[in-house]
């Protein structure tokens, strides 16, 4: 397999911590850890598989630390990447925006003609609305450590299983 990113900013505890278990899952070398924060576009672009961690901050925004890659991000041709997302969120304290991040990022992402892989049902999850909900599935891997924090690790290795065949 060819080398994959694994991006996410490596200041933040839980995004980190779950970055942390998709690496230990994948078990292999060939996943490389980059720093959301000092990431370039020229490194994002060497990479033809991608994993990023996209938490939702403020209500159903971006965290800040994609702030400032995101112009560039809207500007690449991602034609032939495939890319997954991982993000978290709080289905009990944010009903209304749960894991609206993951949503706003699969759209930067596919209009830039990536594809995005790594969908994920969302049985299991109480929410009232996500823009990462699409019919049944999340536009990536859902994780609420606030309220069920202890199925993390089962989801995700259930997810770099899938993540290994969608990446193949
Ligand atoms: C001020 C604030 C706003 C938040 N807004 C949302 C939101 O709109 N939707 C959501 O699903 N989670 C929201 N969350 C929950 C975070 O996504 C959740 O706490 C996550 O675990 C943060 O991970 P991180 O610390 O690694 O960034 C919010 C949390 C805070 C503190």
New binding site residues.
């Given amino acids: 397999m060819n080398k994959i990113a694994l991006i996410?900013?490596f200041n933040?505890?839980?995004?980190?911590?779950?970055a942390a278990q998709i690496k230990e899952a994948f078990d292999d070398d060939s996943l490389e850890m980059l720093n959301a924060e000092e990431i370039t576009e020229k490194l994002f672009l060497s990479y033809d598989r991608i994993i990023m961690?996209v938490?939702?901050?403020?209500?159903?925004?971006l965290?800040n630390y994609w702030d400032e890659f995101l112009p560039a991000l809207e500007d690449l041709d991602l034609t032939g990447k495939r890319i997954a997302l991982f993000?978290?969120?709080?289905?009990k304290?944010?009903?209304?925006?749960?894991?609206?991040?993951v949503g706003i990022m699969a759209s930067i992402l596919e209009d830039r003609g990536a594809v995005l892989v790594g969908f994920t049902s969302a049985e299991g999850y109480e929410?009232e609305s996500?823009r990462a909900l699409r019919e049944n599935r999340f536009t990536g891997l859902a994780?609420?450590?606030?309220n069920q924090g202890s199925m993390n690790k089962q989801r995700v290795a259930a997810w770099v299983e899938q993540l290994k065949k969608e990446f193949a």
């Fill in positions: 996410y900013s933040t505890k839980k995004t980190g911590k779950i961690g938490a939702t901050w403020f209500d159903g925004e965290p993000g978290l969120g709080d289905q304290g944010y009903p209304e925006n749960f894991l609206d991040g929410f996500s994780i609420d450590y606030e």
